[in-house]
């Protein structure tokens, strides 16, 4: 295997881990530990941070982002459905008063019917070599 296959493949398990994060990693420990400790530092130690590591320096990394946003979303589904969230923005769409919002409605409502941008995980990659 060369190193562009090795590199290609190492993106394609970042990426799975990613849109399917684990909750028994590191990260994932914190972040549960977070809901139920009274402090960052407290939900660090429990999850098995060193004690020199920063709660901030955590909470950037992609893999706490992506536990991060799954459980907004899963929260989010829990308390509003698709449906109901699309009855809300048809009102927006639909009123007159306020332009820049009704025009911001059309255009998230239009993107979501016709997305721009290809979301295939699959991508063309293309390797030169010039000798000289």
């Known amino acids: 295997m060369n190193e562009l296959e090795r590199l290609d493949l190492l993106t394609k398990q970042q990426k799975r881990r990613l849109n399917n994060p ?18 960052k530092r407290q939900a660090m130690l429990q999850a098995g941070y060193n004690h020199l590591d920063a709660p901030t320096r955590i909470e950037k ?3 706490y982002k992506a536990i991060e946003k799954r459980y907004y979303t899963d929260v989010l589904q829990d308390k ?3 449906a109901e969230i699309a ?3 048809v009102k ?4 007159d008063k306020e332009l820049g919002a009704k025009n911001r409605a059309i255009e998230m ?3 979501k019917i ?7 995980d699959v991508t063309n ?3 030169i070599v010039l000798k000289g």
């Open 87 to 89: 009855d809300e923005q």
């Open 22 to 39: 684990d909750l028994n990693c590191q990260a994932g420990k914190y972040f549960l530990a977070k809901k139920v400790c009274k402090n």
């Open 80 to 82: 509003i459905s698709m």
């Open 109 to 111: 409502a239009l993107k």
């Open 114 to 120: 016709e997305p721009d941008e290809n979301k295939s």
């Open 125 to 127: 990659n293309v390797l």
């Open 61 to 63: 990394t992609q893999i």
């Open 92 to 95: 927006v769409i639909k009123q």
